[in-house]
């Protein structure tokens, strides 16, 4: 199956489009990268992504996948090497249940925290914090979700250690530390230092100038 | 594990997410126990089976809960692995198969619900246009999935068939509520077949409620959702 024809539509700052390039990466696939303008979407994203008009997309063989749980379910139902799913029926489960958890949960707290501000903002606080610290109980003393080396859930849920700290930053929060959640606090200073996963985090300094100014054009509304 | 453990599900009859629990079981014609939760007194196992949500369905093989009902499906699938198969063979007929079960659930169902809560005649028939917009987007689904068979999983009933046919009894009882049609003849033929053929199969029709009886429960349920939060 190798060398054949894979393409992924991405946007540079997009967790979404990490997970899919992380999983590409640690398969060792190799693949073309479209930068998408998502302020022009471009006629190929929408043929590809009718329903969202979204990225990623996967594009294989000429075949959209479009969701990134999806295609990182794909991708590992179509390239065998390095298996992101474990094996045990019961153990797959548990990992989709912290990955939705983690999507369903802890990213629109953590959004809210981000884009809200007063009483509104310090609720979606408290909500990150306790669903981050339950999202911790499923990671427990390992050194990774999926145990001794990473897996489905370190793919899908990794890129919030990055992001968690991009919103404490710009945000002027606190949300996860090594008192509260010493587990998941370890998690997310491991989990980027890994040299897979670190090649394709973007810059910091970019990271944090975009969520900066995404954030200054949010609050500059309100007084 | 064994795959003779003992197999238990909790959940409520009204549900449509606890049938797609019970129908990927009889697929497999599996015997499990149908523990029906109080759902204003929810049980000491189901609070200790689903802490983190405390919903149904919860599905317990031998001791382990699994939860959350499209990752039990899988599980279903994954561990009584003989035939039939619920998931499609092919990775990419199971990456549409599953975009299209994830849409239900988080763009469609939403939406669905809104019809009830709508306020107002424009605001609903806002709703009710996205909600048949869906069933647009799963009829052109229908007829690439099925390839001229009977459902989206082919000869068989599958994933997506299970996903979204557990909500029909709920798109009925929306529809004599409200006096419209949301799968009709006229924008989703196939899928107005396909309805059929669904709540008819043996896998289903013992766990499909009766219109009837879930829009009597539908109407104890509004009545109760009323007294909790009166208009204004």
């Known amino acids: 199956m190798a060398g054949e024809s894979v393409k992924l539509l991405g946007f540079w700052c997009s967790p979404y489009a990490l997970r899919v390039k992380w999983a590409l990466k640690l398969k060792g696939i190799e693949y073309e990268y479209v930068e998408e303008d998502l302020v022009n979407k471009s006629p190929q994203l929408l043929q590809y992504n009718p329903a969202y008009k979204k990225i990623p997309v996967l594009v294989h063989h000429g075949k959209p996948v479009v969701e990134s749980l999806v295609i990182l379910e794909y991708i590992d139902d179509t390239w065998k090497q390095n298996p992101i799913l474990p094996e045990d029926p019961y153990e797959r489960a548990v990992a989709r249940f912290w990955a939705k958890f983690a999507d369903d949960k802890c990213v629109p707290a953590m959004m809210g925290a981000f884009t809200k501000q007063g009483e509104e903002k310090e609720k979606a606080v408290k909500e990150a914090q306790e669903n981050l610290k339950i999202l911790e109980s499923g990671l427990g003393e390992k050194s990774f979700f999926g145990g001794d080396k990473i897996g489905f859930v370190d793919i899908a849920v990794g890129w919030i250690g990055v992001w968690v700290r991009l919103t404490e930053e710009v945000a002027e929060v606190n949300l996860v530390d090594a008192k509260t959640m010493p587990l998941l606090n370890a998690w997310f200073e491991r989990f980027p230092e890994l040299p897979t996963i670190k090649e394709c985090i973007p810059p910091w300094d970019k990271l944090l100038e975009h969520n900066r100014n995404f954030h200054k054009r949010l609050t500059a509304g309100s007084t | ?232």
Not at chain 2, 35 to 51: A, V
Not at chain 2, 95 to 114: Q, V
Not at chain 2, 174 to 182: A, D, P, S
Not at chain 2, 202 to 224: C, D, Q, R
Request: charged fraction near 25%.
């Open chain 2, 1 to 232: 594990m064994a795959e003779s453990s003992e197999v238990k599900v909790l959940g409520a009859w009204p549900s449509p997410f606890v049938m797609r629990a019970r129908i990927a079981l009889n697929i497999k014609q599996v015997n499990y126990a149908f523990l029906e939760e109080n759902l204003g007194e929810k049980s000491e196992l189901l609070l200790k089976s689903n802490p983190v949500h405390k919903k149904v369905p919860v599905l317990i093989h031998g001791d382990k809960p699994i939860c959350e009902s499209l990752i039990i499906v899988q599980y279903i699938d994954d561990v009584w692995s003989s035939a039939p198969s619920i998931l499609p063979s092919d990775p990419y007929d199971r990456a549409i198969a599953r975009f299209w079960a994830a849409y239900l659930d988080e763009k469609w169902y939403p939406s669905m619900k809104g019809i009830a809560t709508a306020q107002g005649e424009e605001a609903k028939k806002a709703v009710v246009d996205q909600v048949v917009e869906g069933f647009v987007m799963l009829e052109e689904a229908f007829v690439k999935c099925s390839k001229g068979k009977p459902f989206f999983g082919g000869d068989q009933i599958g994933y997506l068939d299970i996903a979204f046919g557990c909500f029909l009894g709920w798109i009925r009882v929306t529809e004599k509520f409200n006096g419209i049609k949301l799968i009709d003849q006229a924008k989703t033929p196939q899928l107005l077949k396909w309805a059929d053929r669904f709540c008819q199969h043996p896998a289903v029709n013992g766990v499909m409620p009766e219109t009837e009886k879930l829009a009597e429960f539908a109407k104890i349920l509004m009545a109760k959702m009323r007294a909790a939060n009166p208009p204004n």
